[in-house]
Each structure stands twice: as C-alpha cells, then as structure tokens.
C-alpha cells in the first residue's frame, strides 16, 4: 500500500469514528509509521496537522448533525471530542462565522468531501520527489533567533520573521541561511523559523531556540518534485537503520530541521532543500 493509500484510508478511519477518540499514537502504528514521521507524511499531503484536520471534520460533522438531527448542542460538542458547549461554540463560530444555535435556524446541510474526493485532490496537488539518499553529519550546537507559531501555519510564520527582521535589526547573525525547525509534541506541531546567531543578546522582538550539538541524518529534497518521497524516504531510513541509529528528542519532543542555503530557489527545478534528522548511535 502506498503512502497516499495509506493517509486514504486513515482519512476514511477518522471520519467513521468522529464520536470517537482518535489518536495519532493509534493511528500510526494502525499504518506501520512512527507517530513522527506518520504527523510529517500526513501533513505534507494533507496540507495541515492532525490536530487541525480532524478538528475541521468534527465541525463538519456537527454542521449536519444540526441540521438533520434534533440532538442537543452539548450532546454533539461531547461526542465531537468537545468538553463543553461552550469550547464547542467558540470553536463552531471560528469556522462558520454562526453560533450552532444560528446555524441550526438557517438549515442548510454542509457540504461535505469524501475521504476518497479529498486523497485524489491531495494526490494531484504532491508529485513525486527526488531523494538523494541521507548522509550523516554532525553540527555542533545552534542558536536560531526568529519567530515561532503553529505548524500549519508555516507561510505566515515566515512572513512574521521577515517582516521582523526588516523592521528591528537582528544582532550577531552568523549566514543568512534559513532554519526552520519543526517540533512534534504528541498530535501538535509548532515551528521556529530564522537565522543562526552568535550569542542571546538580541532584541526582546525575537524568540530564541537552542539546538544541541548532534549528529543528523540529512536529506536533499528537490522541492519542485514534492515532499512525498521525503516523508516515505526517511521513514524507510529509519526503520532500516532501527538496530544502529535512534532518534534524538528536543525537550521530550521529537523534532526536525529544514536547512535553506544557496540552492534553495523557491519552487524552481533544481532548487533543494535540506531535511536534518536528529540521530544518535545506539
């Protein structure tokens, strides 16, 4: 099974069990991946973290359960994974821009994408990358001064950092070489995104994130080809290399580094990025 059969069927699993609690922890060993690896490989096709997607087709859910059923507005928030009505609804008017009691009143049913209509968008939109297999380095330890937000929100978050570092000068930066580190703390993701520094004397404006020396198992990733192949990539690295490397945690969370240099030209053919996993020999 491919790996976008497998998110296929794990979009298929997530809405058949929407009343239900759903794990990542679960779902990636239902799938043979790493739960770290199974949150990057379903980020990257699906377009958002877990956390965030079944999150979205919860309220979906919701959406019609107002429409077609007379249940309590406490009893779907509960069985949407909700502890109140009133998370629910905070959550509810964020993306309908209507309280469920509103909603309700207006009646009209959502629309609402099949699993099987969604995983052929995804697959459409992600071609095939081009891995030059990983190589191990080792880099010693790395100060990034930048800005930090939610995984999914990767675009903005960038965005905030240039802004930033065109608005308030950035003292002791040592390249101009972007790092974007992606850390993975159970089903959530958060990023920090900037330049490496020399020291933490820098303006209060900037959040500052300390990377251990280690040694990393990095990936050239042609960007113009897509990210699957990177996800399946160091997947099947890992899993092949289980008996001799484990991989380092940041603070308890697994964690990841998108290295940005030179050959980093946006989404032009050639243009590459790198993939660092921490690795540590066993």
């Given at each position: 099974?491919?790996?976008?059969?497998?998110?296929?069927?794990?979009?298929?699993?997530?809405?058949?069990?929407?009343?239900?609690?759903?794990?990542?922890?679960?779902?990636?060993?239902?799938?043979?991946?790493?739960?770290?690896?199974?949150?990057?490989?379903?980020?990257?096709?699906?377009?958002?973290?877990?956390?965030?997607?079944?999150?979205?087709?919860?309220?979906?859910?919701?959406?019609?359960?107002?429409?077609?059923?007379?249940?309590?507005?406490?009893?779907?928030?509960?069985?949407?994974?909700?502890?109140?009505?009133?998370?629910?609804?905070?959550?509810?008017?964020?993306?309908?821009?209507?309280?469920?009691?509103?909603?309700?009143?207006?009646?009209?049913?959502?629309?609402?994408?099949?699993?099987?209509?969604?995983?052929?968008?995804?697959?459409?939109?992600?071609?095939?990358?081009?891995?030059?297999?990983?190589?191990?380095?080792?880099?010693?330890?790395?100060?990034?001064?930048?800005?930090?937000?939610?995984?999914?929100?990767?675009?903005?978050?960038?965005?905030?950092?240039?802004?930033?570092?065109?608005?308030?000068?950035?003292?002791?930066?040592?390249?101009?070489?972007?790092?974007?580190?992606?850390?993975?703390?159970?089903?959530?993701?958060?990023?920090?995104?900037?330049?490496?520094?020399?020291?933490?004397?820098?303006?209060?404006?900037?959040?500052?994130?300390?990377?251990?020396?280690?040694?990393?198992?990095?990936?050239?990733?042609?960007?113009a080809n897509g990210y699957d192949s990177e996800n399946n990539a160091m997947n099947e690295w890992l899993l092949t290399n289980a008996e001799g490397y484990s991989q380092r945690l940041l603070n308890g969370?697994?964690?990841?580094?998108?290295?940005?240099?030179?050959?980093?030209?946006?989404?032009?053919?050639?243009?590459?990025?790198?993939?660092?996993?921490?690795?540590?020999?066993?």
């Amino acid at each position: 099974m491919s790996n976008f059969s497998k998110i296929g069927e794990a979009l298929k699993y997530i809405d058949e069990h929407l009343e239900e609690p759903i794990s990542l922890e679960k779902l990636s060993r239902k799938f043979f991946f790493s739960p770290f690896y199974f949150h990057r490989l379903f980020s990257a096709i699906v377009g958002k973290t877990f956390a965030a997607y079944v999150r979205e087709r919860r309220i979906l859910f919701a959406c019609e359960q107002l429409c077609v059923t007379d249940r309590t507005v406490l009893d779907i928030a509960l069985c949407c994974g909700f502890q109140s009505a009133q998370s629910f609804s905070r959550a509810f008017h964020e993306t309908q821009g209507l309280s469920p009691s509103a909603y309700r009143k207006q009646g009209f049913r959502p629309v609402i994408i099949s699993a099987d209509e969604l995983i052929m968008k995804f697959t459409n939109r992600l071609k095939g990358g081009i891995l030059v297999n990983p190589k191990i380095i080792r880099r010693g330890g790395i100060l990034v001064a930048g800005v930090c937000g939610g995984g999914d929100e990767t675009g903005k978050v960038w965005e905030a950092f240039e802004k930033l570092s065109r608005e308030t000068p950035l003292d002791g930066v040592l390249s101009r070489n972007g790092y974007e580190v992606r850390i993975f703390d159970g089903e959530k993701c958060r990023v920090h995104v900037g330049y490496p520094v020399s020291g933490k004397e820098v303006a209060p404006e900037y959040t500052m994130l300390e990377l251990p020396p280690s040694k990393y198992a990095s990936f050239e990733v042609y960007v113009a080809n897509g990210y699957d192949s990177e996800n399946n990539a160091m997947n099947e690295w890992l899993l092949t290399n289980a008996e001799g490397y484990s991989q380092r945690l940041l603070n308890g969370a697994y964690y990841c580094v998108e290295y940005y240099d030179e050959r980093f030209n946006g989404d032009e053919t050639g243009s590459i990025v790198e993939i660092w996993v921490p690795v540590e020999k066993k």
